[in-house]
């Protein structure tokens, strides 16, 4: 089992920006990506950002390239994501996801990121 915990969203202005992080613990070592992913109300959870464990392939939601980056700390076991240049269209619950080698996915409570307008 894997356990995911975020935080570091909240409220900012437009163009304004976040990080969030994601803190993994349990059986990590079968992990094989980390991504971000979000949803608004009445629509389906959206992938934001996805990174293969070991840094070498990242992808990005089109929407997001150029402000978002993600990242993360092997030895804090925490995957990052950095949110610049925010937009009010960003506004989304947040979801750290992990998926295994066996594909087993894990999911994070949810963090609410608003950007004013």
């Known amino acids: 089992q894997v356990q995911l915990v975020e935080s570091g969203g909240g409220l900012v202005q437009a163009g304004g920006s976040l990080r969030l992080s994601c803190a993994a613990s349990?059986?990590?070592?079968?992990?094989?990506?980390m991504s971000w992913y979000r949803q608004t109300p009445g629509k389906q959870r959206e992938l934001v950002a996805r990174m293969t464990v070991d840094g070498v392939s990242i992808n990005y939601a089109d929407s997001v390239k150029g402000r978002f980056t993600i990242s993360g700390d092997s030895a804090k076991n925490t995957v990052y994501l950095q949110m610049n240049s925010l937009k009010p269209e960003d506004t989304a619950v947040y979801y750290c996801?992990?998926?295994?080698?066996?594909?087993?996915?894990?999911w994070g409570q949810g963090t609410q990121v608003t950007v004013s307008s």
């Open positions: 349990g059986t990590i070592s079968r992990i094989n990506y």
């Open positions: 996801n992990a998926l295994s080698k066996f594909l087993s996915n894990y």
